[in-house]
């Protein structure tokens, strides 16, 4: 019989955090710039220049920890990780090895199988690094310091997960909560998420842990995925023809599909860690703490409890709306401008989520307001516009943010409730099509519609349908 194999996996997940500067620096932590542009003594790592750590990273590092259930170390300190590369200026990386911030902490996930917790060992604040541009043209490499000291913590999890699907819900867990918090956008595409995956397989119904490996350069869920496949096949295969598995840090290449040895994986001893003689220590007290305890946020399983007591909307609505912390804020601010809760999640759950996913886009990137969101409503409402006009309202609104009232009234879009207009045009169409009539005439109900069409063709699209539905009728 065939040996069946167990896969444990353990993640390291890498957040960029959301502050306007860099943890030891002034400097701008903003994406993109021009290479070597957000940088100074400190962040290139100049002799004699001085770290001192911003207060904001210590703020968002406690929210997360607090949120996903860790102890917070009370008395922790910085430490220095020593290692050579290029786009590591200081030729040491300050990291938390002995102290982390946070520990023991736990997150829920839903499994197939029902609610799982995985453990979080720790989260611990440091710097990035800066990025190495490879110029295939010059066949050099250039370093690029923007993202050097951009401030990050690190999540490491138990191994507690054991397949792809786990290993997403964990990390859309942490995603949503992270950005209930407004810690990180958590974009993976841009690297302010990364997540390196620790993966190793042993026979089923084993106590003892396999040999692992570290994955790297993973930058989509999707690509998460594949790599967790593709190397707990590859160390399936290597097990099955008698070979061992080498601890080690792999690179997974997305597009070919399979990932290559970089390096034997280091000790901790391999980085010399000892404190940084240059940051004094952080000494967390009760005051301290109950600030943060009190600004959390509520989270999205209590937004989901309390969307269902208060707005009388569908459960599948709920879950969508609440999987953003931005979308649900866009829709309750509506909701409390008068609109109604139902006419709003519509739009959000058709429109939006048409435009987001024709235009590639996240809901974060949502630029229309509230109010103007509201005030389209009401122009529905209202019947000032019918809906298709509302819908050419409604994507110029969400390319640009406009007033729809202001757009209604430019573009001459209101809807034309004369009822002496919409008669003379009715009885043109009449005039126009004998042969429609006469199917009518003849019991063909679906010749009213083309009439219909015709009409509202004449009127530019701004007639009411329920008024040219009724005239038609009454003048046949």
């Not at 520990?103 to 979080?120: L, S, W």
Request: proline share 4%.
């Amino acid at each position: 019989m065939a040996k069946q194999y167990e896969t444990v996996i353990g993640l390291e997940v890498h957040v960029e955090l959301a502050t306007k500067t860099k943890i030891f620096c002034g400097c701008s932590t903003a994406f993109g710039g021009e290479p070597n542009t957000h940088t100074c003594p400190v962040c290139t790592g100049m002799p004699g220049s001085l770290p001192v750590l911003n207060k904001k990273v210590l703020e968002y590092a406690v929210a997360v920890g607090l949120a996903a259930g860790c102890d917070i170390t009370r008395y922790c300190k910085f430490d220095r990780k020593n290692y050579f590369y290029p786009d590591n200026p200081q030729n040491y990386q300050i990291s938390q090895l002995y102290l982390p911030i946070c520990r023991n902490g736990k997150v829920e996930i839903e499994t197939e199988a029902g609610k799982k917790p995985v453990r979080i060992h720790e989260i611990h604040m440091e710097e990035d690094a800066g990025k190495l541009v490879h110029d295939e043209w010059e066949d050099c490499s250039l370093v690029d310091f923007n993202r050097s000291g951009v401030p990050l913590i690190e999540i490491v999890s138990e191994p507690d997960m054991r397949n792809a699907q786990e290993v997403i819900a964990y990390l859309e867990k942490l995603r949503m909560i992270i950005q209930y918090l407004g810690a990180s956008d958590c974009k993976l595409q841009e690297g302010s998420m990364r997540a390196d995956v620790n993966l190793s397989v042993r026979e089923a119904g084993t106590e003892a842990f396999g040999v692992r490996t570290e994955m790297k350069n993973l930058n989509s869920f999707k690509a998460i995925a594949r790599a967790i496949e593709g190397e707990r096949e590859r160390q399936i295969d290597l097990l099955e023809s008698g070979e061992c598995v080498v601890q080690e840090t792999r690179r997974w290449d997305d597009a070919k599909g399979e990932s290559y040895a970089m390096r034997s994986k280091e000790d901790a001893q391999d980085y010399r860690y000892f404190p940084d003689p240059d940051l004094v220590p952080i000494v967390i007290d009760d005051a301290f703490l109950e600030e943060i305890q009190s600004r959390q946020p509520e989270f999205r399983e209590e937004k989901m409890r309390r969307y269902r007591e208060e707005f009388d909307i569908p459960d599948y609505d709920i879950e969508i709306i609440t999987g953003s912390k931005h979308m649900a804020d866009i829709f309750e601010a509506t909701v409390a401008l008068g609109s109604q809760p139902k006419k709003v999640s519509n739009w959000l759950m058709v429109e939006t989520l048409r435009l987001l996913k024709e235009k590639e886009m996240d809901p974060e990137d949502i630029s229309f307001s509230p109010e103007n969101l509201a005030k389209l409503i009401a122009l529905t409402e209202a019947k000032a516009i019918n809906s298709s006009v509302a819908k050419e309202v409604f994507e110029a609104m969400f390319a640009s943010d406009m007033d729809p009232v202001k757009y209604v009234e430019e573009k001459g879009l209101k809807t034309v409730n004369d009822e002496g207009a919409l008669r003379q045009a009715v009885e043109k169409v009449i005039g126009d099509n004998p042969q429609s009539v006469q199917d009518y005439k003849n019991g063909k109900e679906k010749a009213i519609g083309f009439l219909v069409g015709q009409t509202m063709k004449a009127m530019k699209g701004k007639a009411d349908p329920g008024m040219v539905n009724r005239l038609l009728k009454e003048l046949l």
